[in-house]
């Protein structure tokens, strides 16, 4: 019995111990390093205008419908669209009718918004939904499409938006792996930071 309560005593010790350790030593180690090292992402790479309001986040694609955006990816992530808290793609397969459906509609729509011929080639990333619902990336073909759009709207010309464009377009990750792509959350937030005519 004497020896039962010794292990009970050594295993309780070696529980608070790594509990101090693992619970709360490691984590404080990781929140002061990406405090100190990467305050921009460990909280949540967060943009920020110049009146000090948050407009959203580098990483979290948002809803921008008006003729002035660049506009994401379609998104199945929640009832809406662009719900962080409901990530998630439309899980459609390949034979779905609904997936034609929604692809098809998408087409008509990206074509209309952006003046294109009825029997043009629209880029992949812009009719179907991400993984997660949420990624603010789309493709540079994407993107070039909408520059002209977007300038018109703005009153800009095509020149200075296609360098925005290009001021926001990230490469291959390493630069081998993955396809260079545009981040419109950036993007927006740049062309809604230009002085206003």
Known sequence: MKNLFAE???SIVATLFFAVICCGLYP????????????????????????GAVRGSALLAQNFTGAQYFHPRPSAAGA????????????LGPTSSNLVANITGNIATYRSDNNMATNAPVPADAVTESAS???????????EIQIARVAKARGLSVDRVRELVKQNKAGRDLGVFGEPRV??????FALDQLPQK
């Open 8 to 10: 009970f005593g050594r």
């Open 28 to 51: 404080l180690v990781v929140f002061a390093a990406s405090q100190l090292l990467f305050p921009h992402q460990a909280n949540g790479s967060l943009l920020v205008d110049k009146s």
């Open 80 to 91: 809406n669209g662009y719900d962080p808290t409901s990530s998630s793609g439309s899980n």
């Open 133 to 143: 619902g949420l990624d603010p990336h789309i493709s540079v073909a994407n993107a």
């Open 183 to 188: 981040n419109v959350m950036t993007l927006n």
